[in-house]
Nanobody, 114 residues
Framework: VQLQASGGGLVQPGGSLRLSCAASGRIFGATVMGWYRQAPGKQRDLVATIVTGGMTNYADSAKDRFTVSRDRTKNTVHLQMNSLKPEDTAVYYC?????????WGQGTQVTVSS
């Protein structure tokens, strides 16, 4: 299984970005896909997850600003980020969990700065 993330970049405070992550390989059964982020010198933290059935979970910092969605037919997960703040600056990683195994993407840099 491989994950390919895209969509990061530099954006001004208050702006928006959309991250995407496509999973490829032999994926069977229910899965959880999601996004985590890691700022310099900090641990990797949950941003948002979505399960096969569509139920979502958000970190408090992401609620009301970020929206996670997925295309099950393509094993793709998206993260729409609005009203971005400088403290959202981090490397964002996508993760796929299936049958007790976690797979990580390579990470995409998001920088929020004026």
């Amino acid at each position: 299984v491989q994950l390919q993330a895209s969509g990061g970049g530099l954006v001004q405070p208050g702006g928006s970005l959309r991250l995407s992550c496509a999973a490829s390989g032999r994926i069977f059964g229910a899965t959880v896909m999601g996004w985590y982020r890691q700022a310099p010198g900090k641990q990797r933290d949950l941003v948002a997850t979505i399960v096969t059935g569509g139920m979502t979970n958000y970190a408090d910092s992401a609620k009301d600003r970020f929206t996670v969605s997925r295309d099950r037919t393509k094993n793709t997960v998206h993260l729409q980020m609005n009203s971005l703040k400088p403290e959202d600056t981090a490397v964002y990683y996508c993760k796929l969990s299936v049958r007790g195994t976690d797979y990580w993407g390579q990470g995409t840099q998001v920088t929020v700065s004026s």
